[in-house]
């Protein structure tokens, strides 16, 4: 979720990941082999958006041989499923704007169930376009205040050489956003310094948040959300909802 809540929810998100481990295991598995389809190199150095899923797949300790029997099935050397990468967009409850990024071998079937889910949880799936242009791509690392190797100001300056196109205050954590080509570069100068990420990802970033801070509605979704990132289809879940971080701890 968006806003000043995305720090809570990342930690809310990050325990539940626990829970569902091998859903997790089997989502990022379908970006290695999509990323290797799409990135036209089953080496991670020549393919940045199949290094970003690598390290992503270590960061939740996938077996290296998922990974690896991950990358065969993207270049054709294992037989698998043929994905079909896909947007669907929709509005949840308050008119918060939902983006969803599917991998799917039956689109109809992700379609239907898809449709389900924002049906029973006080939202409608919309056309294609309907939400898209509210959001745009781009790279979001985040870091802790506390974690810093520099005073603040300074640190600034240096992400911003790096080649960070803003840099945000939010709170505890500092938000780091770039340009999708110059995120790994500056990720991978923040890890040469030994500086803890938070979160390091090619995302979509809401242009304008809807803040919810009534907690029955903050609830529905939150809860939407979560039924749509539990779809095996679904990859990833993005909105401009804005709910404060007393009631986001609350919920979680």
Known sequence: MAGHSKWANIKHKKARSDERKGKEFTKIARE?????????????????????????????????????????????????????????????PAGVA???????????????????????????????????????RAGLIGIKKENLKMDEEEFMLYVMDLGADDIKDEGEVLEIVTAPENFMEVKEALEK??????????????ENTVEITDEETAA???????????????????????????LMEKLS
Not at 107 to 136: L, P, Y
Not at 228 to 244: A, C
Request: glycine fraction near 8%.
């Open 32 to 92: 290695i082999m999509i990323a290797v389809r799409t990135g036209g190199s089953a080496d991670p150095e020549a393919n940045s958006k199949l290094k970003l899923a690598i390290q992503k797949a270590k960061a939740v300790n996938m077996p290296n041989e998922n990974i690896q029997r991950a990358i065969k099935k993207g270049t054709g050397e294992i037989e698998s499923e043929a994905l079909e990468e896909m947007i669907y967009e929709g509005y949840g």
């Open 98 to 136: 939902i983006l969803m990024e599917i991998a799917t071998d039956n689109r109809n079937r992700t379609a239907s169930e898809i449709r389900h889910i924002f049906s029973k949880h006080g939202g409608n799936m919309g056309e294609s376009g309907c939400v898209a242009w509210m959001f745009k």
């Open 193 to 206: 310094e030994n500086i803890p990420l938070e979160v390091a990802d090619v995302v979509m970033l809401p």
């Open 220 to 246: 529905k979704v939150i809860k939407l959300i979560e039924k749509l990132e539990d779809h095996d289809d679904v990859q990833n879940v993005y909105t401009n909802v804005s709910i404060p971080d007393n």
